[in-house]
């Protein structure tokens, strides 16, 4: 009896052990792939323009090699940080990937494939700054970055020029204010709360055209050799930063994000909005029906008013180690595909980006819709009268780390809830920007 | 014989170890396993995505020593856990003492309070998050309905009230447990016990102090502890409403963590301080398990 009891128990415990080994075959299985798919991520959201160009993208791709497919890896309103670092850790990065501030965080993990200098020659785009000697991605275009305006609520109050100072800017603001518009939309919930903060860091604290034989003051804070505490351009900042959000932002701001600042200012509810040139590719699909403008962004040190841009480091999109074998020969087809000539001029349509690749024969961005083009045209006008700044943009060894723009962000948060304390505030902005300058 | 009792242990053996080996395995190579690599690797500048990891002794510890944020930290996640240990162990108790007594729609009534702790966390946090913005949410909506106005708050981005938001939407989604697990305990409670006490003349508030309360105590323990486990592990109501914001104002431990460790990028410290907090942990337990006891003893 107890013998058979013990077979019986022995007899199931094996078939158990099967069955789990069996199971965990079966799960530690490789996962069917499709072999003729290059996947590669872009950051569409909602946004039709982005979806317009990718749609063009994969058709030019899959015409130039038949049999192939391009799929789309959709990253919605993100940078794909958190996307990329779980593909990392699973070892299934996409064979292409969208690099924007993840470039070096990227190469820097062994992840992405050199690209040789003849693809860039054969574009006409400049040689980006190497990284670490090498170049890995394409260049989108020159994106720039200052304020989009409601033409019609500025020139209500006597304003058709861009502000040329921080002041003359402070003091069009405070006539829009007592004319009764809402003079600027703002959220403070996510990333985008770091824009006039970091904005003005980049145009202040920084060379407008660094010099390359000095240590920048990116790599003079790595040194522990300047502090934002300690900086007197950045406690001006911080000041104007306070004044800035306590006179001209509306009470409950915290509880905004993009969406909402995007939602209010093409609603015609606010005059002046501070954001990348991106916006320009949402008027279109959101038939905005009033005439904006873009303007520079104004100084707080008596410098001319410029757009910061970051286009001159390695942004754009690179291959990655997951391309082997013939896959490595169609991410390269998938990135030589990005510069044909239809393909990249709905990319620049759609991000609103000014052409880099002098040897595809299109122009800048352009549109149907009169006043997405009136503001393109807004936009390359007053690039061509103002220029741009690189800001804290030198190269992707030097520029800020990653945590930066969220340090500021929470920073501008403090001062939405209520914090004052200047000191207290450029502590703050020290420990962010500190604690992720240690991860690299 | 002998050999009869030799295949017997032989037999055990083997079922021991078929029974057990798979789970110490499985246990061993998902939990001790991370667990020592992650004390190892809180001796490294290890960011987590690259395989390079240089050794840096202590200083990470050191960090820790000078690290304000993380003692702001501790000091929000130990203020919630206060609230959360508070609500869950008396508040709790007195809704299930109320729920007991109730004559007409027992069921559902407790269904409904029961309700949002089956809702997930996820759903439960962005509700909150959209009832609470400051322009378009439900509360100022119906505070302004009312003629209210000047009670409309930026409920989340209040530093005075978002440690009470957060709490509110923690006791929202998990009375309906803790309450659950009193309902249980009151149903034990020997119907003679309250026939005494009624021919005694005793009232209600004299038939919970002295009947309900005593034979309370076992769950009022066990939700303690299950309340000091929420409070400490506060992490996933943070990251869908607040990500730890305004400023710094609502990082708890759990989110300090993660955002050291994820967002950026420095797990060599993060395990350090998940390590400090681990050991802290563990002191906290130690003096928990012993009151216990002693109680126990008492009793």
Known sequence: ?440 | MHSVRKRTIVGKCLASLALCGPAVFLYSAFVVLPAVLGFAYSFTDWGGWVNKANFVGLENYREILRDGPLLDAVKFTLFETLLIVIFFTFAAMILAVLLDRLRMWKGLIRGLFFYPYVLSVLISALLFTYMANTRTGAINVMLRGAGLESLCRDWMGDPSLVPFFIFALVAWSGTGFFTTLYLANLQTIPVELYEAAEIDGAGPVSVFTNIQFPMLIPALTVNSVLALITGINLFSHIVVTTQGGPGYRTFTVGYYIYWLGVLNNRQGYATAVSFVMFMALVGIAGVQIALIRRRDVRL
Not at chain 1, 278 to 299: H, L, Q
Not at chain 1, 416 to 424: E, R
């Open chain 1, 1 to 440: 009896m107890c013998e058979s009891r013990n077979g019986c128990r022995i007899r199931i415990l094996l078939l158990t052990l099967v069955l789990g080994a069996a199971f965990a075959c079966v799960g530690c299985r490789r996962a069917p792939t499709e072999e003729k798919v290059i996947r590669v991520t872009r950051n569409i959201g909602g946004r039709e323009g982005f979806r317009t160009h990718w749609e063009a993208w994969k058709a030019c791709f899959e015409r130039n090699n038949p049999g192939w497919k391009l799929e789309l890896i959709d990253l919605g309103n993100a940078d794909g940080a958190q996307f990329y670092k779980s593909r990392i850790a699973t070892g299934d990065l996409p064979e292409v990937v969208m690099t924007w501030s993840m470039a070096d965080f990227l190469a820097d993990g062994g992840n992405l494939i050199p690209l040789p200098d003849c693809y860039y020659e054969k574009f006409g785009i400049p040689l980006p700054t190497p990284y670490k000697g090498k170049r890995y991605t394409s260049q989108g275009g020159r994106q720039i970055q200052g304020i989009i305006v409601n033409k019609k609520m500025w020139a209500d109050v006597g304003i058709t020029e861009p502000p040329q100072s921080w002041d003359e800017f402070i003091a069009g603001l405070q006539k829009l204010k007592d004319k009764g518009y809402r003079p600027l939309v703002y959220g403070g919930r996510e990333w985008s709360a770091h824009m006039p903060l970091m904005c003005s860091l980049h145009m202040n604290l920084y060379d407008y055209e660094p010099d390359l034989t000095k240590p920048s003051w990116n790599k003079l804070k790595i040194e522990g050799k300047v502090s934002f505490a300690k900086d007197p351009i950045a406690r001006m900042i911080i000041e104007k930063m306070i004044y800035l959000l306590d006179h001209f932002v509306e009470k409950g701001a915290l509880s905004d994000g993009y969406n909402e600042e995007q939602r209010d200012f093409y609603g015609g509810k606010g005059a002046t909005w501070i954001m990348g040139c991106w916006v320009g590719g949402d008027i279109e699909p959101n038939k905005v029906d009033f005439e904006m403008a873009y303007w520079p962004m104004p100084s707080m040190t008596g410098k001319p008013p410029k757009f910061f841009s970051n286009s001159t480091i390695q942004n754009g999109w690179a291959a990655t180690v997951s391309a082997t074998g013939p896959k490595l020969e169609k991410a390269m087809s998938a990135l030589e595909a990005f510069y044909d000539p239809q393909v990249h001029q709905l990319f620049l349509n759609g991000e609103a980006m000014f052409k880099i690749a002098e040897k595809v024969p299109i122009k800048g961005p352009q549109s149907d819709w009169k006043p997405a083009q009136q503001l393109y045209d807004s936009m390359a006008e007053n690039l061509a009268k103002y220029g741009t700044a690189t800001g804290a943009f030198i190269g992707l060894d030097d520029q800020p780390p990653h945590g930066g723009e969220m340090a500021a962000a929470r920073v501008m948060q403090e001062i939405l809830a209520g914090n004052k304390d200047v000191d207290d505030l450029l502590k703050k902005l020290d420990y962010g920007w500190e604690s992720a300058q240690k991860a690299r």
